[in-house]
C-alpha cells in the first residue's frame, strides 16, 4: 500500500491548496509580535482556517439575512502567471490568502459573492491578485486585479453602467488586501489619511467608479481585541474589522455602514465558528457534518 502514497500527495496537490512547511522567506521578518515558530505551527500545518459569520446584508434600501464565510489559507503562488504554483520553485512566492464568500437572498432571488484576496507573507511586498464574483438571477459580475507595472483590472458585467471595461490604477492600498494584513501582522498597516482601491465587492454592487479615494485608516485596541477601521469621506463608507489582539488574530465581526436607497445601512457579520481543516479533500456526501459544525447547514 505504501507505493500509492506519493502518488496520492502529487495528486492532492493539483487541487485548492498545499500548505507545506515555508522556507526562510514565508514568515514576515517585521512581525516582532509572533514568534515565527508559532506563525509557522499554525499556518503551515497543512490545514486551512475556515469562519463561519451570521451575516445581515445591505441592499435595496433593505437588511437581509444570510451567511459568510472567510477561508484563509497558506499558498506558493507564481509572481508572473500569478496563479499558485503546482510545483515548489525558487521563484514562488509565499502568500496568504483569502476567499471571502457570502450567500443571501433578496425577496425572490438568491446572491451568491465570493473575494479572492492573494497576498505575500512578507507584508513589505504588494498584494499580487484580487478578484471578485458576484451571481444573481439578473447575471454575473466577475472582476479581476493583476499587479504588474500598474494595478491591471479587467471589469466585466451585464449591467449598461458596469460595461466591459479595463482599468490600470496606480498602486495604491487596496482595501481588500487589509484582510490579510491583519492576519499577519495588523501592527504593520498605516494609520492615518491616504488613498485606498475600495473593495471590489463594494464597487460592482453600488456602480462606483474603480478607483482610488481618499480614506482614514485607523487601528484601536480595546481589551482583547482590535478594532481595525477605514473611511471614506467622499463615499460616506466605512468599515470596521474587529479582531484579536493575540495572534492568530482571529476575525471576530465587522461591520460596514453605507447609504442604500436614501437610508443609511449597516451591514453585519458576526463569527459562527472557527475550524481548521484540509478541506480541499473533503468532497465526500461523508463529510457534510464539518458543514454542520460551521452552522452552513
Known amino acids: 500500500m505504501n507505493f500509492y502514497v506519493p502518488l496520492v500527495f502529487s495528486f492532492l496537490f493539483m487541487f485548492c491548496s498545499d500548505p507545506k512547511a515555508p522556507n526562510k522567506k514565508s514568515v514576515n521578518e517585521t512581525n516582532v509580535n509572533v514568534q515565527k515558530k508559532d506563525f509557522n505551527a499554525y499556518w503551515y500545518e497543512g490545514k486551512a482556517e475556515i469562519t463561519s459569520y451570521k451575516l445581515t446584508q445591505a441592499r435595496y434600501g433593505e437588511l437581509h439575512e444570510g451567511t459568510a464565510v472567510n477561508i484563509f489559507v497558506t499558498e506558493d503562488f507564481l509572481p508572473d502567471k500569478q496563479v499558485k504554483a503546482d510545483y515548489k520553485n525558487e521563484k514562488n512566492v509565499p502568500i496568504l490568502k483569502l476567499n471571502s464568500t457570502k450567500k443571501f437572498t433578496t425577496g425572490i432571488y438568491p446572491y451568491s459573492l465570493m473575494t479572492s484576496t492573494f497576498t505575500p507573507i512578507d507584508l513589505n511586498k504588494e498584494t499580487i491578485k484580487v478578484s471578485f464574483s458576484g451571481q444573481e438571477w439578473c447575471g454575473n459580475t466577475f472582476v479581476q486585479l493583476n499587479n504588474r507595472t500598474n494595478y491591471e483590472i479587467q471589469f466585466f458585467s451585464y449591467f449598461e453602467s458596469n460595461a466591459d471595461k479595463k482599468i490600470s490604477l496606480k498602486k495604491n492600498k487596496l482595501e481588500n488586501e487589509f484582510w490579510n494584513m491583519l492576519r499577519v501582522n495588523p501592527y504593520q498597516i498605516k494609520k492615518g489619511r491616504y488613498k485606498i482601491i475600495p473593495s471590489f465587492e463594494f464597487l460592482a454592487l453600488n456602480h462606483q467608479k474603480v478607483s482610488a479615494y481618499e480614506a482614514e485608516t485607523n487601528l484601536i485596541e480595546k481589551g482583547k481585541f482590535i478594532n481595525f477601521s477605514i473611511y471614506y469621506p467622499t463615499l460616506d463608507r466605512k468599515i470596521s474589522i474587529k479582531l484579536t489582539k493575540d495572534f492568530p488574530y482571529t476575525i471576530e465581526s465587522w461591520e460596514e455602514t453605507f447609504s442604500s436607497r ?19 479533500i473533503k468532497n465526500g456526501v461523508a463529510n457534510v457534518s464539518e458543514r454542520k459544525d460551521l452552522g452552513l447547514d
Open 262 to 280: 436614501g437610508k443609511k445601512l449597516i451591514t453585519k457579520a458576526t463569527k459562527i465558528k472557527t475550524i481548521k481543516s484540509a478541506y480541499w
